[in-house]
């Protein structure tokens, strides 16, 4: 009985898409998500493609993605954060979001909880931070950094933290010209 649960539950399981690096693609493979993501911008106003190139590099649209586990000599003793599922949210920021959102039987493995999340996230930051809703740069950095850490300027010391940064902003503006051109044919119905 437990093993056919088990069995049942990796079945239910998404797999991240066959090609990341094209947005249309990924919402042809899962029409779901394109439907997900279009929901928390009408509903947080953070543009599509902000919001997927931030998962793409949290997750990379893995569902049970987690920090990697740390070792000393050959003993694990514990992850570096609670960070979890697409979003990469730590748990006390998921409660956060579970109690302001009213969204209180979320789970971050579930692709339409996670992009609501990051809608969230992205707006408080406009808010309290000012950054705006398409600045996929300067939200990344807040992402990572928390709202805190972002206004201590705790970023300006990490070198490797602006290059991602800039990754993702890049692939936000890719998937902003991919999403562009197939965006009509995804709201109508009829992509292919």
Not at 72 to 78: E, Q, T
Not at 100 to 113: H, I, K, L, P, V
Request: glycine content about 8%.
């Amino acid at each position: 009985m437990l093993a056919a649960l088990v069995v049942f539950l990796v079945g239910c399981a998404t797999s991240p898409p066959r090609n990341p690096e094209d947005l249309c693609a990924i919402f042809e493979q899962h029409d779901d998500w394109h439907k997900a993501a279009k929901n928390s911008q009408e509903k947080w106003g953070v543009p599509v493609h902000v919001m997927m190139a931030t998962m793409y590099q949290e997750s990379s649209f893995r569902h049970d993605a987690q920090p990697p586990m740390r070792y000393f000599l050959f003993i694990p003793y514990g992850r570096a954060s609670s960070a979890y599922g697409y979003p990469q949210a730590k748990d006390e920021t998921w409660a956060d979001y579970q109690r302001e959102s009213g969204n209180g039987w979320s789970s971050r493995d579930d692709f339409a909880d996670a992009i609501d999340f990051m809608g969230w996230y992205m707006s408080k930051t406009h808010r309290i931070n000012g950054v705006s809703k398409w600045d996929a740069y300067q939200q990344y950095l807040n992402y990572h950094e928390g709202w805190g850490g972002y206004r201590r300027g705790s970023y300006r010391q990490k070198q490797w933290l602006l290059n991602v940064s800039r990754r993702v902003d890049s692939r936000a503006q890719r998937y902003a010209k991919q999403y562009w051109q197939c965006k009509e044919e995804l709201n109508s119905g009829w992509f292919g």
